[in-house]
């Protein structure tokens, strides 16, 4: 059966697609919508037999997107989740360990390359100027976390809702039987716990403080229809071809499809963060004629406010119901929202097309799509800096390099993006260890072409502890790996 993956907007029920929903993983056209996770890193052994058939048992656990769905309607119907959702991922390594084909092998230039691999020459130059650049992460391995310099093999993503307490035993009871199951075969590397953070509306936000995950690429109907009656789409269009995430697994059948996945255990300097923010906003004031708020500052580093006001729709928050209907057209000189916000480094909304002519068809195809979930200490007013809080930041995608890569290096690290002299986004770009960023540019006004600019930077606030590259293949082929 032929899948035509310029396809969006699809039905769950569509039946064109039942074979491929029962084969795809969940988690990627739709997010699991969990509230606690584990992330079990494991290595295999040499026993490339016995590895395939841990694998091959796994599989039998794994979510389907069919089986997500399933579950979701029984949680709309019973009113709780008590579904264990299981995903499950390789990295190159892991492929390597089970003794397949290579022709198997998903074929994305980071993915073969791992994480770690800091020589490895990525194309990230935008518009064809090819510039191949090393280390387009700009990540520095010594400040990586042990396990994660290790070789990791795969990933099992366990989440489960529901009381807490009750939560957290079974999660840990999930750990405990995949340790018990890899017995002699393998071992788990390390395990990441994951929680999900909401404010007193139980939006879901990050420990900076701000609602995240509000700002998706959508595949599904039921999705498209819940954004459409948020605000419409009159100035953005959130839908995205099933291409933009969902590649062929070149190691299944005619219905099976895989997604690439970028995995980065970011740490938050919350402190630090409004610490900074608090300056800003005092430098800012001395300039302005108004009392700038550290909420104003932290907002246009962000380019949305706490609760997810974007700041180039008004001066303050408050902006109920419509979330994500804004691009940047009545703001083209970055007089509202900074060119350096994290939200429009991460996603310009036709700035690229009024800035370098170039297709909008070519900026939407950069657009990622976020399953991460903080970890750590849920205090957002900590006492020090650099408190065990963050992020582990989980993107799928069709291409490392042509999204992510290029996402985090050709925007956020590029101090000329949009146009010169820019700077870093200041939540998660980083130059090379040892560089000094550029100080960024900030109006005292918001909105007025004529009001002072200070120069400030910001940045520094988010650091990487580790991660890899992972392939989430289909379930065909981990269930139908050789014996
Ligand atoms: C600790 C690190 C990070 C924090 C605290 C953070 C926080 C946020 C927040 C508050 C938003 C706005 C709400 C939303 O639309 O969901 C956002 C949006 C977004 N972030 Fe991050 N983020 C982090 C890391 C990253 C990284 C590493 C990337 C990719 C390089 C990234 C890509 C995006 C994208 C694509 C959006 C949506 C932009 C849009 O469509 O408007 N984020 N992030």
């Known amino acids: 059966m032929s899948v035509n993956l310029n396809q969006t907007n699809i039905g769950l029920d569509d039946p064109n697609f039942q074979t491929v929903f029962a084969n795809l993983q969940g988690n990627i056209l739709k997010g699991h919508g969990r509230d606690a996770a584990r992330h079990v890193f494991f290595s295999l052994g040499s026993d490339e037999a016995a590895n395939r058939r841990w694998i091959r048992q796994l599989a039998e656990t794994v979510t389907s997107m069919s089986e997500q769905d399933r579950q979701h309607q029984a949680f709309k119907q019973q009113g709780k989740a008590d579904h264990l959702f299981v995903n499950l991922m390789l990295s190159a390594t892991g492929y390597r360990h089970l003794g397949v084909a290579q022709t198997q092998w998903p074929d994305d230039q980071a993915f073969l390359a791992g994480m770690k691999d800091v020589t490895q020459r990525y194309d990230t130059a935008p518009r064809g100027d090819h510039k191949p650049t090393v280390n387009p992460l700009n990540d520095d391995l010594s400040q990586w976390e042990t396990p994660f310099t290790q070789t990791i093999d795969g990933m099992v993503i366990f989440a489960l809702s529901g009381d807490p307490a009750t939560v957290e035993q079974s999660l840990d009871h999930q750990v405990q039987a995949l340790k018990q199951s890899l017995d ?79 995995y980065r255990k970011l740490q938050q300097n919350i402190k630090g963060f409004w610490q900074r923010a608090d300056l800003l906003a005092n430098t800012l004031s001395e300039k302005a004629d108004r009392k700038v708020s550290p909420d104003f500052a932290g907002a246009l580093c962000v380019g949305r406010f706490k609760d997810g006001t974007p700041i180039s729709e008004q001066a303050g928050d408050g902006w109920t119901n419509l979330f994500n209907n804004f691009n940047f057209d009545q703001d083209a ?151």
């Open 184 to 262: 002699g075969i393998g071992q788990i590397v390390v395990v990441q716990r994951g929680h999900v953070m909401r404010n007193d509306k139980q939006q879901v936000i990050e420990h900076f403080g701000f609602v995240d995950g509000v700002s998706n690429p959508k595949f599904l109907f039921s999705e498209l229809n819940e954004e459409y009656r948020n605000g419409g789409y009159s100035q953005n269009d959130p839908s995205a071809p099933l291409s933009l995430v969902m590649v062929p697994d070149p190691g299944g059948d005619q219905s099976s499809f895989g997604t690439y996945v970028v």
């Open 333 to 483: 000189d970055g007089l509202r929202c900074p060119f350096h916000a994290h939200v429009r480094k991460t996603n310009p909304r036709g700035d690229t097309v009024r800035q370098f002519n170039s297709p909008p068809t070519i900026e939407r195809s950069r657009r990622i799509v976020r399953r991460g979930i903080s970890f750590g200490d849920t205090e957002l007013n900590p006492a020090t800096e650099w408190t065990d809080a963050g992020l582990l930041f989980l993107s799928v995608q069709a291409s490392i390099v042509d999204q992510f890569i290029f996402m985090q290096h050709t925007w956020c690290n590029n101090e000329n993006f949009l146009r010169g002299d820019v700077g870093l986004d200041p939540l998660v770009g980083q130059l090379q260890p040892g560089q000094t960023p550029e100080s960024q540019t900030w109006s005292t006004g918001w909105g007025s072409p004529t009001a002072d600019k200070v120069s400030f930077s910001f940045s520094g606030f988010v650091r990487t502890k580790g991660g890899e590259y992972f392939f989430m293949p289909s379930l065909h082929f981990l269930k139908n790996l050789p014996a």
